[in-house]
């Protein structure tokens, strides 16, 4: 089975959702980039609630395409495996979303399952060691760098609080972006480099 489209899903899934957050912004109809969160999007009665959805199902389906291409992609390339796992905090967590929308009780209890992308990026930069990996790590540490970010948000400022906290969300979701299109890229290359060297 060929890996590489299945890792080219790491690329796919940010545009999808990115795109997704500008429709839906349009189409929910009184919303703020700024100060709205993503859940707003979904949120239980607005116009956007049903688009957002699905939106959010297809990145959930998308990701675990591309988890089953990075495990594969472990196992060609002979690289340890538990990094990959933080990638299952991703589908928990939009799968839920998608779910249980906000304005329901439940929405924010998958929250804390996030954490597991800040783990495994954390762990892509101290496992996956090798010259050909250098790149990789260093951009883990960049797009983790950019996840922490959103603890901004702990800072006790009312006006912080309250105008920027779509923003101030929105590095969380850069972070793994950039994480995801970094590993569809450097995998791919990596598993390019190696069909060729099996050639010669």
Known sequence: MDTKPLLYTGIIIPIVFWLATIICGFVHGNYSHISGTISDLGAIGTRSETLMETFTLLCTVLSVFFMAG?????????????????????????????????????????????????IGALLAAILWRGKEFKQLRLQSLLSLGVMLLIFIRFIPSPSLQNNYTGLIQRFAHAGWSVWFISLSINFNKMLSLKEQHQLK
Do not use: T
């Open 70 to 118: 990075l495990f594969i992609a472990c196992s060609q390339l002979k690289l340890n495996i538990l990094p990959v796992f933080g990638i299952i905090g991703f589908p928990i967590m939009f799968g839920w979303a998608a779910i249980f929308h906000s304005g329901n009780p439940l929405h924010s209890a998958s929250g804390p399952v996030f954490l597991l992308i800040y």
